[in-house]
């Protein structure tokens, strides 16, 4: 079982590497973009079929590991 | 007009950012996870309603900035 894992910052938190990001395709010459925010994505390998445990175990690793959710939001999706 | 970028390894890179993570998840007590691979997600605002010239800005910043071609994939989702 596959599942992926998006971490992306609240809104309100400060970015500073998307800003720096933004200022480095200006410097690029790449028009037409306003802002930029960057986040983290983890594709996680289960060793279990079922979904509920896989979401268990989804979660567990979240709230502990991956997302800092004072300032980061996280979203699971998990691919058959 | 918003889009989402995905950068993920290729198949076959090392990844021990990855292997870091499976360690320290294994150490937490997750149980049931294989493996973690990680990669990053940018949320681009462009300032443009146009969608061909909105798909021309995010390859090019891809190809020159945010994604390392030679050991990373990266996808493009332009929402509305």
Redesign the interface.
């Known amino acids: 079982m596959r599942a992926r894992v998006?971490v992306?910052l609240k809104s309100g938190v400060l970015d500073p590497q998307?800003k720096a990001?933004e200022g480095?395709?200006r410097s690029?010459g790449?028009?037409?973009?306003?802002?930029?925010?960057?986040?983290?994505?983890?594709?996680?390998?289960?060793?279990?079929g079922d979904q509920a445990?896989?979401e268990a175990?989804l979660k567990?690793?979240c709230e502990?590991?991956?997302a800092n959710t004072v300032i980061e939001n996280y979203r699971v999706e998990i691919a058959s």
């Open positions: 998006t992306t998307g990001i480095a395709l690029l790449v028009e037409g973009v306003a802002s930029v925010r960057q986040g983290k994505v983890f594709d996680v390998e289960l060793d279990t445990r896989a175990a567990a690793a502990r590991l991956l």
